[in-house]
């Protein structure tokens, strides 16, 4: 049982330039999200999925793209990477309680 | 989601006991109250939950008062690798709360730095 699993685990990014962090759970749930954490700052929702084909924006959803077609696999997209997405990006599921992934270090030059 | 507050830091020696407190006066009556924590810049980590009743499992000991709208999280001999960031969060187990609302937006507050000193 692997729980969450994000890849990669480290990115550097020029700016302008486009990525996918890929997360997937094997436990069946539902509910997915898409955090992120900047230095010695709490934990910023950004997209969430309550299904397959259903997704919705969080606190933080600007220069970010989610989809969920599958109920296992709930893909960030970065499109025009900015220094301000500069983070550490969190992915969880949450059925009876939330797992959570162990993060990408995203840095963006 | 019901909205948490949390002191900002705590200290805490190595042996004695953490007492964690969260105050969540809008809680809504089928929502749990969860705890989880943070070391350095891993995943967070599941601790406890609890709806009513008083829970402990090998990790801790989760108190939620009878009015539940506050709770207290006991690590009870803290030791240094206790330290880290807890975040205490409400949520319910269903789709949607009572007011038709869904659950799924799941929002974390700053939570609350504890230190474990030697």
């Known amino acids: 049982n692997a729980g969450v699993t994000q890849t990669p685990k480290f990115r550097i990014l020029k700016i302008g330039q486009s990525m996918t962090l890929q997360c997937t759970q094997d436990?069946?749930?539902?509910?997915m999200y898409w955090y992120r954490q900047d230095p010695g700052m709490g934990l910023k929702l950004i997209y969430y999925s309550v299904g397959a084909g259903i997704t919705d924006k969080g606190e933080v959803p600007n220069g970010y793209n989610v989809s969920r077609s599958t109920t296992e696999d709930f893909p960030l997209r970065l499109e025009l990477a900015a220094p301000s997405q500069t983070s550490v990006y969190f992915c969880?599921?949450?059925?009876?309680?939330?797992?959570f992934g162990q993060g990408t270090r995203l840095t963006v030059v | 989601d019901a909205k948490t507050t949390q002191p900002t830091s705590m200290d805490c020696a190595e042996g004695r006991a953490a007492n964690l407190p969260c105050n969540h006066s809008?809680?809504?009556?089928?929502?749990?109250v969860y705890w989880y924590r943070q070391i350095h810049s891993q995943g967070p980590q599941y601790i406890i939950h609890?709806?009513?009743n008083n829970e402990t499992n090998e990790m801790a000991s989760l108190i939620i008062t009878e009015d539940r709208k506050s709770s207290t999280l006991i690590l009870p001999h803290a030791t240094l690798r206790d330290t880290a960031v807890y975040y205490c969060i409400v949520r319910g187990l269903g789709a949607f709360n009572a007011g038709g609302t869904s659950y799924g937006k799941l929002t974390f507050g700053q939570g609350t730095i504890l230190t474990v000193h030697p």
């Open positions: 809008t809680i809504s009556g089928n929502e749990y």
């Open positions: 436990m069946n749930h539902n509910y």
């Open positions: 609890g709806l009513k």
């Open positions: 969880a599921s949450w059925g009876a309680e939330a797992f």
